[in-house]
T-cell receptor, first 112, second 115 residues
Framework: LAKTTQPISMDSYEGQEVNITCSHNNIATNDYITWYQQFPSQGPRFIIQGYKTKVTNEVASLFIPADRKSSTLSLPRVSLSDTAVYYCLVGDRGTGFQKLVFGTGTRLLVSP | EAGVAQSPRYKIIEKRQSVAFWCNPISGHATLYWYQQILGQGPKLLIQFQNNGVVDDSQLPKDRFSAERLKGVDSTLKIQPAKLEDSAVYLC?????????????FGPGTRLTVT
């Protein structure tokens, strides 16, 4: 089971780019990296998923180096509404089923 | 597309009482998950269903927690008897299939307070 490590908290200002890095040294060959976002009093929401190199969607970009031991979630030009907890997860291959193991996440605070 | 529905949204009970939570997943989603989220922590998987069969309940405290998914659609999670440490948000999620390539859709959760 690949364990992830990410900063407990980050602060930013509106309009800035935010990069949240996650370490997953024991990632397995077939594991994917997934990021979820959680607002207060809501369930987590899928942001992005990738295996290697770079993935981009309308919300964020995910950068994964060749060794895949880390990944970086990039949020372009954040706004106040991006204040949330961001979770980095690595898929568990144990049973062949998707088993998401959430850590404590990174609490992002965006200020005016 | 309707999201994952959960009820009730809030519940307050005394310790040693019983409580049940209900979840209706997104239509067509074969996989259903129940998570427990204690304040300040990430969600912890309690049980995972594939259709109406259990594929992972390794972290479910089976002496007091039970869950079922009859007919492979709705699901209920029960706690009996409740303890103070069960105070948490209980999240239900569903996905099209069990593969890690499929994103999970979470419901709003049920906030349980045990006094």
């Amino acid at each position: 089971l690949a364990k992830t490590t990410q900063p407990i908290s980050m602060d930013s200002y509106e309009g800035q780019e935010v990069n949240i890095t996650c370490s997953h040294n024991n990632i397995a060959t077939n594991d994917y990296i997934t990021w979820y976002q959680q607002f207060p009093s809501q369930g987590p929401r899928f942001i992005i998923q990738g295996y290697k190199t770079k993935v981009t969607n309308e919300v964020a970009s995910l950068f994964i180096p060749a060794d895949r031991k880390s990944s970086t979630l990039s949020l372009p030009r954040v706004s106040l509404s991006d204040t949330a907890v961001y979770y980095c997860l690595v898929g568990d291959r144990g049973t062949g089923f998707q088993k998401l193991v959430f850590g404590t996440g990174t609490r992002l605070l965006v200020s005016p | 597309e309707a999201g994952v529905a959960q009820s009730p949204r809030y519940k307050i009970i005394e310790k040693r009482q019983s409580v049940a939570f209900w979840c209706n997943p997104i239509s067509g989603h074969a996989t259903l998950y129940w998570y427990q989220q204690i304040l300040g922590q990430g969600p912890k998987l309690l049980i995972q269903f594939q259709n109406n069969g259990v594929v992972d309940d390794s972290q479910l405290p089976k002496d007091r927690f039970s869950a079922e998914r009859l007919k492979g659609v709705d699901s209920t999670l029960k706690i009996q008897p409740a303890k103070l440490e069960d105070s948490a948000v209980y999240l239900c999620a569903s996905s099209l299939a069990a593969s890690q390539h499929y994103e999970q859709y979470f419901g709003p959760g049920t906030r349980l307070t045990v006094t």
